[in-house]
């Protein structure tokens, strides 16, 4: 089997995105749920998320893009995962 090397530069990003979310399976799906300083719900399916450290214990999500969890979190400080 040969090695592939893939050289990443920003022009190539989707391109790369879809490459990891093809390699890597299963991909479970986390339901990120958020509320907005101004009181709005947001529930959102995410992929990219990991146990990050268990003392403490913290879980992590990431957003490809600034979206609307992001943002929330970012700004509240707060979010939960939800798991199915």
């Given at each position: ?39 709005v ?5 995410h ?38």
């Amino acid at each position: 089997m040969a090695r592939l090397e893939i050289e990443y530069d920003i022009d190539r990003a989707r391109e790369v995105y879809k490459l990891l979310t093809a390699v890597i399976v299963p991909r479970p799906i986390a339901w990120v749920s958020t509320l907005s300083i101004d009181g709005v719900e947001n529930l959102a399916p995410h992929s990219f998320f990991t146990v990050a450290s268990v003392a403490p214990a913290i879980i992590q999500f990431n957003s490809v893009g600034r979206k609307d969890s992001l943002t929330n979190a970012v700004d509240t400080g707060e979010f939960v995962v939800n798991l199915a």
